[in-house]
T-cell receptor, first 113, second 115 residues
Framework: QKEVEQDPGPLSVPEGAIVSLNCTYS??????FMWYRQYSRKGPELLMY????GNKEDGRFTAQVDKSSKYISLFIRDSQPSDSATYLC?????????????FGPGTSLSVIP | DGGITQSPKYLFRKEGQNVTLSCEQN?????MYWYRQDPGQGLRLIYY???????QKGDIAEGYSVSREKKESFPLTVTSAQKNPTAFYLC??????????????FGDGTRLSIL
């Protein structure tokens, strides 16, 4: 089993839709959870950064973590064509002084005007 | 504007040739990283450095080398020993490698291809 898994997509939605992007992980020691957005031929940019279980909202984006199920979600409200990108989940945080970030393979999202 | 600059954007390598990818940051971050991105795979860690003059191998270090002589700079050399170098290479930095300092900021990558 891979440490972090995401449905690769592509996921195609109409403009204005609510988008749900999901990620599962296997290491129960993960405590910190990040979501990155990556546009084509660009580097990833940090979208959301959360600690432990619960929800975090930032504008149109909500990150949700369920540590009991090892399941992470990113919700995008009122999706825009500019949200078309690949979304990477990236958990980390164990018991060592250096905690390697594990990046998922990403889900490709296309928002159709 | 603070950020990470990678150069060149595109690079071509001939058989048997070593090539060096540049990464410079002006964020005053202590830690720097090199990743390789292949289609359908997550980012894979090549090397990382927590402090100047120190670096550690990541998961796929074979065929690569790095140096960290200055805080701002972390160049990656893809040697001729790397038999499948075609990929998108990403450099990142963070304040540190402890849990609270971990969010990484990325450059815009270098795409390396074989001639």
């Amino acid at each position: 089993q891979k440490e972090v898994e995401q449905d690769p997509g592509p996921l195609s939605v109409p403009e204005g839709a609510i988008v749900s992007l999901n990620c599962t992980y296997s290491n129960s020691a993960f405590q910190y959870f990040m979501w990155y957005r990556q546009y084509s031929r660009k580097g990833p940019e940090l979208l959301m950064y959360t600690y432990s279980s619960g929800n975090k909202e930032d504008g149109r984006f909500t990150a949700q973590v369920d540590k009991s199920s090892k399941y992470i979600s990113l919700f995008i409200r009122d999706s825009q064509p500019s949200d078309s990108a690949t979304y990477l989940c990236a958990p980390y945080g164990g018991k060592t002084s250096y905690d390697k970030v594990i990046f998922g393979p990403g889900t490709s999202l296309s928002v159709i005007p | 504007d603070g950020g990470i600059t990678q150069s060149p954007k595109y690079l071509f390598r001939k058989e048997g040739q070593n090539v060096t990818l540049s990464c410079e940051q002006n964020l005053n971050h202590d830690a720097m990283y090199w990743y390789r991105q292949d289609p359908g795979q997550g980012l894979r860690l090549i090397y990382y450095s927590q402090i100047v003059n120190d670096f550690q191998k990541g998961d796929i270090a074979e065929g690569y080398s790095v140096s960290r002589e200055k805080k701002e700079s972390f160049p990656l050399t893809v040697t001729s020993a790397q038999k499948n170098p075609t990929a998108f290479y990403l450099c990142a930095s963070s304040m540190g490698t402890a849990r609270h300092n971990q969010p990484q900021h990325f450059g815009d990558g270098t795409r390396l291809s074989i001639l």
